[in-house]
C-alpha cells in the first residue's frame, strides 16, 4: 500500500503539489493531468527520488525519504525517455549493473539475466550494444531494467510518448502482464482507460479520483 | 561498428584479459616516448594493426571510420613539415597512430564493465583519499556509452538549427546542446537513483 499524508511539494515559490491526501491499493493506477500539473513529481515521491516539503509518503509503512535505499527495492520506475536510463553501452552490462547493489552470485546474476531477457523477447539482443536498438527495444530493455530486482510496485512516467504505435503496443502488453502494482503517469487517456482508479491533477491538486470512466470525463471537461 | 564500442569476436585478442590490455597500453604509451627511430616506431605500428585483424575485426572498416581522426593526424603532420622539421612530424604522428591504434583495440575488444573492475581495483587504494573507485568507473563507462547519444543529439540541434538557416553560428549550437545534454545529466542521473544503485 502506498500512502501520501499531506503532502506538499514547494519548489522556490511555487507550489508544485499542495495537500495530498491519499492511500493508493489497487493493482492499476492511472494519474493523468495537463503538463505542469505536478505528475512528474507525483510519481518521484514514490520512490523517494523528489522529497515531499511537508507530509510524508510510505511504501508498506515505509518512508520513502527515512528508508529510500529500502523503498527503491520495491518501487521500480520506467521513464520516459530509455536512453536515459540505460547507463551502460551493452544490453547485458546493463543488466548486470542493475543487480550489483542486491550482491548476488555471478551465477544467480546470469540466472535472473537470462530469464528476464526471454520474458521480454530480448535474449537475441544480450550482446548488443544498447544504442543500436529500436525505441521499444530500449524501452522493454529499461522495464526489464525495473523488474529484474523483483519490486512490488512500478511506476511509469509517461511510458509511451516517445514510442511509435507498433513498439507503443509491445512495451504496453508487456506492462499489462505484470503482477505488480502498477501506477502509470500518463497524457494517453486510452492507457488510463485499463485502469482500476485514475486520479487527475490540476496545478497540483487531486482535481478528480475515481473509476476511469468518470475521470477521463471529468479530465476532458477541464480542458475546455 | 562504432570504433569507441566493444565488438563480440571470439578471439586471442578478446580473450586477453582487461587488465593486461591496459597494462599493455600504458607500456606502449611510455615505451614509444623512449625512441626517434621513425623506423622502430612504423613496425610498431604494424604490429598494432596486426592486432586487428588477429581481433577478427575488419580493418578496412575501422580505417574507413577513423577517418576524420586520421584527417587530423595528417593536418598535424603537415602542420609539423611546414614548422618544424619532417623527422619530428614523422615521429609525432606515428607516436599519435600508435596510441589511436592501441585504444582503438582495447575498447573495440573489452568490455566496459571488464574494464570497470580493473579501474575499481587499481582505484581502490586511493578510496582513503576520498575517491570513489565505483564513481569514477561509472563516469568512464557512461562516457563510453553516450558517446552515440551525444552524437545523435548533437545531429538534431545541427539539423534544427540547419532549418531556421543558423547552423554555422557557433553559439546557436553549443548552447541548446549545452542546454540538452545537461537536462539530460539530471535525468540520468535519478535513472541510476531510481535503480538502488548504491554508489
Not at chain 1, 36 to 43: L, Q, R, V
Not at chain 1, 53 to 78: P, Y
Not at chain 1, 84 to 104: G, T, W, Y
Given at each position: ?224 | ?177 549545452t542546454v540538452l545534454t545537461l537536462r539530460r545529466a539530471e535525468q540520468i542521473s535519478d535513472a541510476i ?7
Amino acid at each position: 500500500m502506498i500512502a501520501f499524508e499531506t503532502v506538499s511539494v514547494t519548489a522556490g515559490d511555487r507550489t508544485v503539489l499542495a495537500d495530498i491526501n491519499l492511500t493508493l491499493r489497487e493493482r492499476r493506477i492511472a494519474v493523468i493531468g495537463a503538463n505542469g500539473s505536478g505528475k512528474s513529481t507525483f510519481a518521484r515521491l514514490i520512490n523517494g527520488l523528489r522529497r515531499p516539503s511537508t507530509g510524508a509518503v510510505t511504501v508498506d509503512g515505509l518512508d520513502t525519504v527515512k528508508a529510500a535505499k529500502e523503498v527503491r527495492r520495491q518501487v521500480g520506475f520506467l521513464f520516459q525517455d530509455p536512453d536515459n536510463q540505460i547507463v551502460m553501452p551493452l544490453v547485458e552490462e546493463d543488466l548486470r549493473f542493475s543487480l550489483k547493489a542486491l550482491k548476488l552470485s555471478p551465477a544467480d546474476e546470469d540466472e535472473r539475466i537470462e530469464r528476464i531477457l526471454d520474458s521480454y523477447g530480448l535474449t537475441h539482443l544480450r550482446y548488443q550494444p544498447s544504442h543500436s536498438l529500436s525505441g521499444g527495444e530500449k524501452q522493454l530493455l529499461a522495464l526489464a531494467n525495473s523488474m529484474l530486482r523483483e519490486p512490488r510496485y512500478l511506476v511509469l512516467d509517461e511510458p509511451t510518448t516517445l514510442l511509435d504505435l507498433k513498439n507503443r503496443k509491445r512495451v504496453m502488453t508487456a506492462i499489462e502482464e505484470l503482477s505488480q502494482t502498477v501506477i502509470c503517469v500518463t497524457h494517453d487517456l486510452e492507457i488510463a482507460a485499463t485502469a482500476d482508479r485514475v486520479l487527475v491533477l490540476a496545478d497540483g491538486r487531486i482535481a478528480f479520483d475515481g473509476a476511469a470512466t468518470d475521470a477521463i470525463a471529468a479530465y476532458r471537461e477541464m480542458a475546455e | 561498428m562504432k570504433l569507441s564500442l566493444y565488438v563480440r569476436r571470439d578471439s586471442p585478442v578478446h580473450a586477453l584479459p582487461a587488465g593486461w590490455k591496459l597494462s599493455l597500453l600504458l607500456m606502449t604509451g611510455l615505451l614509444i616516448l623512449f625512441t626517434d627511430d621513425a623506423r622502430l616506431l612504423g613496425a610498431g605500428l604494424a604490429i598494432m594493426l596486426i592486432g586487428f585483424p588477429l581481433a577478427r575485426l575488419p580493418l578496412s572498416e575501422i580505417i574507413h571510420q577513423a577517418r576524420p581522426l586520421l584527417i587530423v593526424l595528417a593536418i598535424f603532420y603537415a602542420a609539423h613539415a611546414m614548422f618544424t622539421s619532417i623527422d619530428t612530424g614523422t615521429v609525432l604522428t606515428l607516436r599519435f597512430a600508435i596510441m589511436i591504434a592501441c585504444s582503438l583495440l582495447l575498447t573495440l575488444t573489452t568490455r566496459v564493465s571488464d574494464l570497470m573492475s580493473v579501474l575499481e581495483r587499481t582505484l581502490r587504494p586511493l578510496a582513503p583519499l576520498g575517491l570513489n573507485p565505483e564513481k569514477t568507473s561509472l563516469v568512464f563507462a557512461m562516457t563510453i556509452r553516450f558517446i552515440p547519444v551525444l552524437a545523435e543529439t548533437w545531429e538534431t540541434v545541427r539539423v534544427a538549427q540547419q532549418a531556421r538557416g543558423m547552423d554555422r553560428n557557433p553559439l546557436a549550437l553549443l548552447i541548446p546542446m549545452t542546454v540538452l545534454t545537461l537536462r539530460r545529466a539530471e535525468q540520468i542521473s535519478d535513472a541510476i537513483e531510481a535503480r538502488g544503485v548504491d554508489l
